[in-house]
């Protein structure tokens, strides 16, 4: 198994408390630390402008400014974002973004790649909120407008969302064939069938008993479209509430919580990191989550990308985490 991790952006809230001045320095010292640990494949951020669980006035850093930023000052580490909303740009002129990172980070960078589903910063951006399918349609071109960009140095599509035409796309990302595309979602019946078509990884739901159900999907759409489906390595996303006792796993629940009261108020807060983390496969003592991975893992998870609510403040849950956990799963 291969493992990534989500730098804090102010999106889930994981920024409060800290001037907005201060919080590149926050984020850049942890994507150094990220750089620097091996163990660490990929660090990520989320695509959305406005905050979790409810829209608030705290900061919300763009996602690919971020990914500049992050190619520039670090040297080994992957950078992606999981995932970013089709719709948010135009996709060929997200292409374009994606090589520029790709060339200045040379050759790191993965396109975490949805249908969107925000609605409140769809209709706030004046993106309006279309339904499921036309969403994931625009995703469906867009990807192929992607691949032909990175591929060719042009793109053209008269599709029915997206027009483009010899849309020039250079210089080249540095990785041959393109950028690495993960296709997010779990949506059974277009999302996976998108992903069976053209992702060289997916991103769905980790616990064992869905992520089973939607590998079995993927498989059923891969022999349809004539694709390979162990080709496709198949990710999933992790909210981390470790301790060395559960004692200490409740503890740090009740900090996570404490932390968002004066943004939130003391119940929405204990409810949203109770969300974030009830059932989670990465909540729990070290041995407990190792149990609970490998299962996971046995049915086919190649790669798991950790998020830490507290990361932007307390680094002793990472450490905990690739102490103890990370050498048994990888």
């Known amino acids: 198994m291969r ?25 850049r010292g942890l994507a150094a630390r990220a750089d620097a640990n091996p163990v660490w494949e990929s660090l990520w951020v989320y695509d959305h402008f406005h905050t979790v669980p409810e829209p608030t006035e705290e900061a919300t850093h763009e ?41 200045i980070s040379g050759g790191r960078t993965e396109m975490g790649i949805g249908g969107g589903w925000y609605e409140h910063e769809w ?13 994931l349609g625009r995703l469906d071109e867009g990807v192929q407008i992607f691949r032909q960009a990175w591929r060719s140095g042009t793109a053209t599509l008269d599709g029915k969302y997206y027009r483009v035409d010899n849309a020039i796309v250079r210089p080249l990302p540095v990785q041959e064939d393109g950028i690495p595309l993960w296709i997010a979602g779990g949506g059974e019946k277009k999302t996976l069938r998108i992903a069976a078509k053209y992702a060289n990884y997916t991103n769905f739901a980790g616990n064992l008993e869905e992520f089973t159900h939607k590998s079995e999907i993927l498989r059923d759409h891969c022999a349809d479209v004539g694709t390979d489906f162990d080709a496709i390595v198949r990710s999933a996303n992790f909210n981390v509430v470790i301790g060395g006792t559960e004692a200490e796993v409740e503890q740090r629940k009740s900090e996570n919580a404490a932390r968002l009261a004066p943004v939130l108020g003391e119940e929405k807060a204990r409810a949203y990191i109770d969300n974030l983390t009830t059932g989670g496969a990465a ?5 407990q989550i190792v149990e609970k991975l490998s299962a996971v893992r046995d049915r086919g998870l190649g790669y798991a990308i950790f998020n830490f609510p507290e990361a932007a403040y307390d680094t002793s849950g990472i450490e905990l985490l690739e102490r103890e956990v990370l050498p048994a799963l990888s």
């Open 63 to 103: 996602a690919w400014s971020l990914m500049s930023a992050f190619a520039a000052t670090t040297a080994r580490v992957r950078l992606g974002q999981m995932c970013t909303a089709m719709s948010y740009r135009n996709p060929g002129y997200l292409a374009k973004v994606a090589a520029t990172v790709d060339l």
């Open 283 to 287: 909540v729990g003592t070290p041995e």
């Open 123 to 135: 209709r706030a951006y004046g993106y309006g909120f279309p339904t499921a399918g036309e969403r």
């Open 3 to 27: 493992f990534g991790i989500f730098i804090p952006q102010g999106w889930r809230l994981d920024l409060v408390g800290i001037e907005p001045a201060a919080q590149w320095q926050v984020m």
